[in-house]
């Protein structure tokens, strides 16, 4: 079986990781001839490679992201005329693309939504057909009206994104029942939950050394509580990093005074929060908080985010705390607020 797969988060990898071990049925020695290429846009996420290389990916490829790709082609090119100029441009400048081209063809191809470099996949694979492995909570929003899909489809050329494009087969998704109604005839189940409740031992420390080898994160007996931060002032979701800190400041003024508070950074952020906050632990961004769950020695009773479908993936949180609503007035983004009003959770 050869798989090619294309992302740009932690949080890709890992579900491209359960995906083919699903896909292997679990088969430790046969896991198929995979291909990875990540979309550049987590600091240091290349430092994985070595790793990813050793049991899953015959290779691992980082391909420039979007706003590289806006400056060089230029607004107009990008928006308007994107797969006639973004096709040669990044053939010429990742030569890799050729390289693998024959290898692509050969495969099935699942790409974590068709944004960003990922269109180009779309434009070139396209007409093969191919699957999307879902993209967080962005998956189960939809997220453009009518006449935005029309406006993609018939004058802009640009890909509609989502699994909305008609060039995605398959939708792998944790909660195929909660994507929008238009495309939930293309789901299939991918629930991380399921998946890591049939592997063993062995492999799941094989994927939690590929994370956090050389770390040690055993906490002591406690009462622990969690917060998933999230890249809110990277992203533009807020006006300002002052403003995100203000934020989980009061977030973290929320949590029982008896409680350890663990904070988990997101991979793309740039905020030190121990800067900013005494007396809590705070993690590395770069790896998936669900590998937790892949080891004995982590539980928390509390978990608090703002709006991470990471947190409902935890069996090792008792209880969820789903904050975002408390902060609508702070989003900038209409897609943001949308996003948030119309989660659903499990709790």
Do not use: W
Not at 27 to 45: A, H, M, V
Not at 96 to 121: G, H, M, P, R, V
Request: charged share 25%; aromatic share 12%.
């Amino acid at each position: 079986m050869k798989r090619t797969y294309v992302g740009s988060t932690i949080y890709h990898i890992y579900l491209s990781l359960l995906h083919i071990l699903k896909d292997s049925n679990f088969n430790t020695e046969n896991r198929g001839n995979n291909l990875l290429f990540l979309i550049e846009s987590t600091p240091f996420i290349e430092t994985l490679i070595p790793n990813l290389k050793k049991n899953f990916f015959r290779d691992v490829h980082i391909i420039s992201e979007r706003k590289i790709h806006r400056q060089e082609l230029g607004k107009f090119n990008y928006s308007f005329r994107r797969k006639a100029t973004l096709l040669p441009y990044l053939r010429k400048k990742h030569t890799i693309l050729i390289e693998e081209n024959e290898f692509i063809l050969d495969s099935e191809i699942y790409l974590c939504d068709t944004d960003s470099s990922k269109s180009y996949f779309l434009y070139a694979y396209g007409h093969k057909k191919m699957n999307m492995i879902e993209d967080g909570a962005r998956t189960y929003n939809q997220r453009h009206t009518r006449l935005e899909q029309f406006y993609k489809t018939y004058l802009t050329k640009t890909p509609i994104g989502g699994g909305f494009d008609p060039e995605i087969k398959a939708i792998f998704a944790q909660h195929p029942d909660r994507l929008p109604q238009p495309i939930r005839s293309k789901s299939k189940e991918l629930n991380i939950r399921q998946v890591v409740s049939k592997l063993d031992q062995s492999t799941k420390c094989e994927i939690f050394n590929i994370f956090l080898r050389e770390q040690n994160f055993l906490f002591a007996e406690g009462n622990h509580a969690l917060v998933l931060t999230q890249p809110i002032s990277e992203d533009g979701v807020i006006k300002n990093e002052n403003e995100k800190i203000a934020i989980y400041r009061d977030i973290l003024s929320k949590i029982p005074g008896d409680m350890n508070i663990v904070l988990k950074t997101h991979p793309r952020e740039h905020t030190r929060y121990e800067e900013h906050f005494n007396n809590i632990t705070v993690l590395p961004g770069l790896f998936p908080i669900e590998i937790l769950c892949l080891k004995e020695g982590f539980h928390f009773n509390h978990g608090y985010t703002l709006f991470s479908t990471a947190l409902t993936n935890l069996d090792i949180v008792n209880k969820r705390f789903f904050l975002g609503k408390d902060y609508l007035d702070k989003f900038t983004t209409k897609a943001t607020r949308n996003l948030v009003k119309n989660m659903v959770v499990d709790l």
